[in-house]
């Protein structure tokens, strides 16, 4: 674990001095060679040559040509009663700000495909999912960051069945945790997660009346 950590470390520093264009080029440099991007971190001694490794599966993070583009995920939100038979909106869920506060799952409809949206909006199709906030301080911010949850019946997103939406109220750049996860992929004996941009777009139905859920 300390290993692990040093490693971590290594690279965080690596790129508040050097920056993601310089890790990139070290990247783009060895690829075509027999060398890897770790290679740099055994000859460093960061990492133990007896040490037995672990397999990461690069099959979960996808296309590295798609890696960078910007997926879009529609979400309608539904009208949901709580287990006491309350009303909750959207806006009573976007209105929390504290984290010790209790986040109902709001009933929605999320899809990648724009026409299912719109189909879903007309009443041909019904919800699939539930939403609620994620996040502890970030919770004050007006920014808000999600987690959905997709119905066992419905086909995953990106091979994903929970998609956390992550807005880093404080990070302007939006990139530092994805850069993070991306940095994560070339240390061996560690494994990351599956990280992408998305464009999201939600269309509030939770106060309407009368929706099929």
Known sequence: MKKRLQIIL???VLLSLLGWRAVRDLNDNLAGTSRK??????NLGLISTEAR????????????????????????VLPTQTEDGVNVTFS??????????AKPRLNAFTTADRQEALNFAAGVLS????????????????????????????????GQ????LN???????????????????????????QSRFVHLQVLDLSETAGVDT
């Open 10 to 12: 290594f690279l965080l």
């Open 37 to 42: 991007p770790a290679d740099l971190l055994w």
């Open 53 to 76: 490794p672990l397999t990461d599966n690069q099959a979960v993070y996808g296309d590295a040509a798609e890696d960078s583009e910007v997926l879009p995920l529609y979400v309608v």
């Open 92 to 101: 009573d869920l976007n209105a929390i700000t504290d984290f010790r506060t």
């Open 127 to 158: 919800g699939n999912s539930t939403i609620t906030l994620r996040g502890h301080s970030t919770l004050t911010s007006e920014k808000k960051s999600y987690k959905i949850r997709l119905n066992s019946e419905t086909k995953a997103w990106q």
């Open 161 to 164: 069945m929970t998609i956390n």
């Open 167 to 193: 807005k880093h109220p404080n990070d302007e750049s939006r990139m530092r945790n994805k850069i993070a996860f991306d940095l994560l992929r070339l240390i061996p004996d560690l494994t990351s997660m």
